[in-house]
């Protein structure tokens, strides 16, 4: 294309400014006109493309990562501890007592409620005692169970421990069961959970990222061997994201010794659920500043558990920031309990309160205690901060 002279660009631009047609009257309204409709229109546009996104974006932006919630449930000593993965799948950690007018399965059922859960997907019995595994006959008959998961026969050989071994036997007739076995996982969907120890026997191998050399068993004691169902609990390991919670039933001391000495196969643990409902026949110093919790949970009665002697060895544990109960322990005083916004029922009366963690995969969670209404928020490792208190 051959390009004018500046002059000759010039004449040609005013000639076709003179072919332009001339708004009537010599007014300006006709490029005003113009102006307006194209203004008009690219609003329009945009206002159509803004409706468009609205609509798309909530569609394909990954909708927001839903919690891990999981129940302490208050059955008066014993156990049972519901998880309700993001995924809405459900493990239950033990049964309570049975008998008591079903006040142990109408407290799981409620607090399956307030998980809006219908149907219970696992149920792990721990061992066969009458405070883990009672409980089973009279949960069947109030909420569907999925899976149960045990360890296998009833090794006891007395009376009562057969007759609620009969009673469990009979309730979960034709239900789907798994033998838990060290080593194998449980199939619930949202969050892995690992079982390290079954019927008397512990995994062989280090868990990934754990097996450090464990400098707490030098000093540790010996204890004798205990045939009790207690040395034969199902002990698990449930990982959600970051976050790591170890729960070993009623596993005693001497087991405990073989999960963490003189290597720690474990690992640590950001909440440890207290071994036995804080007894000294559990929870050796090998075990518990090996696992150094951020949190410690007991599920203790106000008469049962919380012995002086292992409260002392989770409260010195290093890097431990809170410890809470689910009773004020009365053979414990003011020097053996937690302070009174970490305890979930202070009185001897049979209020029922339960303890609620709320966890996120970043591995940060609160714990909300519902008798005053108290919640503490810790987060993750990591993470800039401290933990946080706030009343609801």
């Known amino acids: 294309m051959r390009m004018l002279p500046a002059r000759g660009r010039s004449q040609s631009i005013e000639r076709e400014q003179a072919k332009a047609p001339v708004p009537p009257n010599g007014s300006s309204s006709f ?76 407290r799981i059922v409620a607090a399956a409620k307030l998980a809006h859960i219908k149907k219970i997907d696992y149920v792990v019995i721990t061992h066969y005692h009458a405070d883990h595994v009672g409980g089973v006959p009279q949960l069947v008959q109030k909420m569907p169970v999925g899976t149960f998961v045990d360890h296998g026969p009833d090794r006891e050989t007395s009376k009562q421990s057969q007759t609620l071994y009969s009673e469990y036997q009979a309730a979960i007739a034709g239900s789907n069961h798994i033998l838990a076995k060290p080593g194998e996982q449980i199939p619930i969907k949202g969050m892995d959970v690992v079982i390290v120890s079954a019927d008397g026997n512990v995994i062989e191998h280090a868990l990934p990222g754990a097996g450090d050399p464990n400098g707490n068993c030098a000093s540790v004691q010996q204890k004798a061997t205990d045939p009790s169902e207690n040395a034969r609990s199902v002990g698990l390991v449930i990982t959600f994201g970051k976050l790591r919670i170890v729960d070993l039933g009623d596993l005693t001391w001497q087991k405990e010794l073989k999960l963490v000495c003189p290597d720690n ?53 290093p ?74």
């Not at 026949?281 to 500043?289: D, E, G, K, Q, R």
């Not at 008469?303 to 409260?315: L, R, Y």
């Not at 205690?369 to 490792?381: C, E, L």
């Open 31 to 106: 490029h005003s006109k113009r102006d307006a409709h194209s203004g008009f229109r690219d609003f329009c546009r945009r206002l159509s493309t803004a409706i468009l996104c609205a609509a798309v974006f909530p569609a394909i932006l990954p909708a927001a990562q839903k919690p891990l919630e999981i129940f302490f449930i208050d059955v008066e000593g014993g156990q049972s501890t519901l998880f309700v993965t993001p995924a809405g799948q459900s493990l239950l950690i033990d049964t309570g007592w049975g008998y008591n007018g079903f006040r142990d399965a109408n």
């Open 265 to 317: 196969k474990l690992g640590r643990a950001d909440i440890f659920v207290v071994s036995h409902h804080g007894l000294a026949l559990s929870n050796s110093p090998a075990l518990v500043h090996a696992l150094a919790p951020k949190v410690a949970i007991m599920n203790n009665g106000s008469k049962k558990g919380a012995d002086p002697a292992a409260w002392d060895v989770i409260k010195s544990s």
């Open 319 to 392: 890097g431990l920031l809170d410890f809470w109960q689910l009773h004020f322990a009365d053979a414990g005083g003011s020097e053996h309990n937690t302070s009174d916004p970490f305890i979930a029922n202070v009185t001897e009366a049979d209020t029922g309160y339960y303890l609620k963690v709320t966890a996120n995969e970043d591995g940060s969670f609160e714990i909300y205690n519902p008798r005053n209404k108290f919640t503490k928020q810790y987060p993750a490792i990591g993470a800039l901060g401290t933990p946080t208190t706030k009343a609801r």
